[in-house]
């Protein structure tokens, strides 16, 4: 049987080096929404001319999707400051500059889709 444990409210992820994000669920219409806006992104990129081989291809669209599901799913954070060492308030381009640190997106990613993925290897059990 599945078992739909999936957050209904938002929720807090530690990450890497102090930094604390709140998310909203990601839920379909959450993914969906970054994932169109990621391939919006990658689409320019293509018809501005430039020319990716399939590996820059495949890291500037996982890139992209981290990026805009950071941008549809964070509502807090805690620990992030700018060179002053002043708290950094939320905002859409402080979150992209955010998950321009490895460690920070992969940890995001890992995070921030871990219910929806314990989901669905439940249901392939």
Do not use: C
């Not at 320019?44 to 291809?57: K, N, T, V, W």
């Amino acid at each position: 049987m599945l078992t739909l444990d999936l957050p209904t409210e938002p929720y807090w992820l530690d990450l890497p080096r102090g930094v604390r994000v709140e998310i909203r669920p990601v839920t379909t219409a959450v993914m969906a929404a970054a994932q169109a806006a990621a391939a919006r992104k990658l689409a320019a990129i293509r018809a501005a001319g430039e020319d990716l081989d399939p590996d820059m291809s495949r890291g500037l669209a996982f890139a992209f999707l981290v990026k805009a599901l950071a941008r549809h799913a964070v509502t807090a954070w805690e620990g992030v400051g700018d060179a002053a060492g002043q708290k950094l308030p939320l905002s859409p381009e402080a979150v992209e500059r955010l998950m321009d640190l490895d460690d920070i997106a992969a940890a995001f990613w890992d995070r921030a889709t871990a219910p929806a993925a314990a989901v669905t290897a439940e249901g392939n059990a």
